[in-house]
């Protein structure tokens, strides 16, 4: 818990919540169940039973954490608190979950099917991959591997860097996709 940052807040389908990072590593994005449940306009323990009747979905530690049986930290009700949860819930919660972006993907496809705000985060999720497939995929014609280093030599170091992360971030989803299965 000593790895969660909150850096500000962000404005996610008009309510404001709190941009944390890590608890899955320290540059993934995490959101807690009580602004989840908030996004869908649902009651958090209508949430946090979904996450229990779900359980067996969920990868600890990949998909979700529960943060009240994470005590290694000697700020635990500071760190909760900046988190978004009040004293009382700290308290009284059997649980308080953080999700991944991926678990909270699987959360909102668990959810029922009349809630109109799954479909709404159900339809960002689905735009948002192929948007960045598609970008993926017109950077891929870009890498050639000679050009690659004539262009770079020709570049201060810090764009090199740069783009030297996007080559690695485009070689991982490159591998992603190797290995997607298609159906017909």
Aim: charged letters at 25%; glycine letters at 6%; hydrophobic letters at 35%.
């Amino acid at each position: 818990m000593n790895n969660l940052v909150v850096k500000g807040a962000i404005d996610f389908n008009g309510i404001l919540v709190p941009n944390i990072y890590g608890g899955f590593g320290p540059d993934q994005k995490a959101m807690t169940d009580k602004y989840i449940a908030e996004i869908h306009e649902i009651p958090t323990k209508h949430l946090r039973q979904s996450t229990k009747r779900l359980i067996n979905r969920f990868v600890v530690g990949i998909d979700f954490i529960d943060l009240k049986g994470v005590t290694d930290c000697d700020t635990y009700s500071e760190v909760l608190e900046s988190l978004g949860y009040s004293k009382q819930e700290i308290i009284q919660s059997k649980s308080l979950y953080l999700f991944s972006e991926r678990g909270y993907i699987k959360l909102v496809s668990g959810m029922s099917n009349d809630n109109d705000k799954k479909w709404d985060i159900m339809n960002a999720f689905i735009d948002d991959y192929y948007n960045m497939k598609e970008s993926i995929e017109n950077v891929a014609s870009s890498y050639d591997r000679c050009n690659f280093r004539r262009y770079l030599n020709t570049k201060p170091n810090e764009y090199v860097i740069c783009e030297i992360d996007k080559y690695i971030e485009y070689q991982k989803w490159k591998n992603i996709y190797k290995y997607e299965v298609h159906y017909s």
